[in-house]
């Protein structure tokens, strides 16, 4: 096969999110691409709960190297409590990662 038929594969990143709901509340999701998984809340096209509390603000994002990768810290990050999800969008994610997960 000659070698301009070769398409270049594009690396995909994968990130994990927060949203600030329009009632305080963070949401928490992964996507490829968070700038329009936040217009698809604010759309009323995403989340059961986003539709339910918008507009959201996109607060906190995480690169992450797989897809399987964000899921899991999405499942992680779910567990936090409120206090521990704003130290993490606030900046101060060593304190937040080094509390009991339901602190």
Request: positive net charge; charged residues 30%.
């Amino acid at each position: 096969m000659r070698a301009d038929r070769f398409v270049e594969l594009e690396t995909k990143s994968f990130y994990c999110y927060m949203v600030r709901c329009s009632n305080g509340a963070f949401y928490t999701g992964w996507t490829t691409d968070p700038e329009r998984r936040v217009k698809t809340h604010n759309s009323g096209r995403g989340a059961a709960y986003t539709r339910m509390h918008c507009p959201v603000t996109l607060v906190y994002v995480e690169t992450l190297e797989s897809k399987q990768a964000a899921m899991m810290r999405e499942r992680e990050i779910k567990k936090y409590t409120h206090e521990r999800k704003q130290r993490l969008v606030t900046g101060q994610q060593q304190q937040a990662e080094n509390m009991e997960p339901n602190e």
